[in-house]
């Protein structure tokens, strides 16, 4: 998984991010200098779906556990 950089273009709506990414900071800033509105470069990391769903599934299993000793009491 690679590291891409988004271009995020402010306007009076709010951040939306360009339809395309970058591969390097250089490229996205590039990008961000010739247009003519506010905007700026972000890192974006690769997600471990795996790891994030595992979490996400402790989390779950905790919630379960917490209302069952609620519901006892």
């Known amino acids: 998984m ?9 306007t009076a709506m709010g951040v ?15 990008a961000s200098a010739k247009i003519k509105t506010d905007s700026y470069c972000v890192e974006k990391k690769p997600v471990n779906v795996e790891k994030e769903m595992a979490s996400m599934m402790r989390l779950m299993m905790n919630m379960v556990k917490t209302m069952d000793t609620e519901m006892k009491q």
């Open 16 to 30: 939306t991010e360009a339809p395309n990414n970058f591969t390097t900071m250089q490229a996205c800033q590039s």
């Open 2 to 10: 690679n590291t891409v950089f988004a271009l995020m273009i402010v």
